[in-house]
């Protein structure tokens, strides 16, 4: 089992792929954000869970912050850094679904999207696919041999 | 000894990194939401109890200053007979339940259907456009709409179908 454990924790090539998913994840998800930040901030007014002052300065900053960390962990640029502010957004999603989860409040995921259709996963399956990412980022950010494909080690 | 400093700095390197990758993510945040005609305001209008909510973007459909904000106002508009309902809202909320006599217009069909309305409706008409309450832009999109197709008498009742069902107010 711990042969198992350190084989993932130090396989680079599982290294590179995590980056390269997580990293593409990030991008695709961040693009309709940016494009149509009025719809986005209507989905975070709709969890129902934040101060009407933070929801615009939300819908702003987040959606650059899931694309330069999602552009670095593919380029390989503070690598461990942009694994740190991925896994961050991951707990913090994580949180807000897990919350509204329990208040059994209906909101749109707004994960990938900014059209207020319903999302096509449902917060249980939305919340079991952001733990898995948060864990797969763990392997990125406790990774300690050198990376393969980094501009900077 | 050596061992826990190295992590220590490894430590405070990493989040050190991380700042510099959400500083110049909130520097082009900030530029380009400046720059870009889909731009918002840092803070939004997000107070129901001021009219519909919104994120007031440059390119924003809502006009406070066009909006009904009270059913009852609405209901002795509607009881005046002469005003003409619009539903903003899709097909199929339209066909689970409207505003008894209201006119479908949905904003995602108005290229379709808008050549019929004008036909039906002089440009003088007094038009109520409503949609599902008061997180719900379609009835402004919806009026500005029939604004630049020459319609110029033309309210949004904002609190929509909903609060008008719960009233117990003419339906169909």
């Known amino acids: 089992m711990n042969k198992l454990k350190t ?28 494009i149509d930040p009025a719809a986005f901030a209507k989905i975070i007014f709709g969890y129902d869970l934040f101060p009407g002052g933070i929801i615009n300065l939300a819908a702003v900053i987040l959606p650059y912050v899931e694309l330069i960390s999602g552009i670095a962990l593919i380029a390989g640029i503070y690598t461990r850094s942009a694994a740190l502010v991925i896994n961050g957004l991951l707990f913090c999603f994580i949180l807000i679904l897990t919350i509204n989860l329990i208040r059994e409040v209906s909101f749109d995921c707004g994960c990938f999207s900014t059209e207020i259709t319903g999302s096509a996963l449902s917060p249980e399956s939305l919340l079991i696919r952001d733990i898995i990412a948060f864990i797969f980022g763990m392997q990125v950010l406790l990774f300690r041999n050198p990376r393969k494909g980094c501009l900077m080690q | 000894m050596a061992g826990s400093v190295k992590n220590n700095i490894s430590t405070k390197n990493t989040i050190m990194e991380a700042c510099i990758l959400v500083g110049i993510a ?7 939401n400046a720059l870009s005609p889909n731009g918002i305001a840092l803070i939004g209008k997000w107070d129901k109890e001021s009219g519909v909510v919104h994120a007031d973007a440059k390119n924003s459909v809502v006009k406070h200053e066009l909006e009904i904000g009270d059913v009852k106002l609405a209901k002795k508009i ?77 309210s949004v009742f904002i609190d929509g179908y909903p609060d008008w069902k719960e009233e117990g107010y003419p339906i169909e």
Request: proline share 1%; hydrophobic share 45%.
């Open chain 2, 26 to 32: 909130v520097f082009f945040a900030f530029i380009i």
């Open chain 2, 78 to 154: 509607y009881d005046a007979d002469k005003s003409i309902f619009v539903d903003a809202r899709s097909e199929d909320d339209y066909n689970d339940g409207h505003i008894k006599g209201a006119v479908f217009l949905p904003v995602h069909r108005f290229d379709q259907l808008i050549d019929g309305f004008k036909n039906k409706y002089s440009s003088e008409a007094t038009i109520i456009t409503y949609c599902s309450g008061r997180t719900c832009e379609d009835s402004h999109q919806l009026a500005q709409l029939l604004f630049s197709h020459g319609y110029f008498n033309v």
């Open chain 1, 7 to 34: 084989y993932l924790l130090d396989n680079s090539w599982l290294e590179l792929t995590i980056r390269w998913v997580l990293g593409l994840i990030f991008i695709y998800a961040s693009l309709q954000k940016i």
